[in-house]
């Protein structure tokens, strides 16, 4: 019988990568208004959200792009790097987990 009390180990199968510190030659990633769209936006990946900033990896109309959400003084404010293709942003995403973009 296993006890109620006894601690779970993490499961890190289950855990949202964390972005780590900005590198000092971390690229510095255009970012614009959330801005609206046409159709429906597919989140393909996404980092933990139990820092004050978050990221996703989105799809919407064939294009990609990624969504960063910051949470300000109990506001979240919502912005987006330029859509591109798959490849383009896929290397971004790639540099923004390794702390070479930010």
Not at 11 to 31: G, K, N
Request: charged share 25%; net charge neutral; with cysteine.
């Amino acid at each position: 019988m296993i006890s109620s009390s006894a601690p779970v180990p993490e499961d890190d199968r289950f855990h949202s990568p964390h972005v780590p510190a900005p590198r000092p030659d971390c690229i510095t990633l255009m970012w614009e208004p959330l801005h609206p769209t046409s159709g429906q936006i597919r989140v393909r990946d996404y980092t933990c959200d139990c820092e004050a900033t978050s990221y996703e990896l989105c799809q919407s109309g064939g294009l990609y792009f990624i969504r960063r959400t910051r949470r300000v003084n109990g506001v979240e404010l919502i912005d987006e790097c330029a859509r591109s293709r798959l490849s383009k942003t896929l290397i971004v995403w790639g540099q923004l987990l390794l702390g070479s973009a930010r």
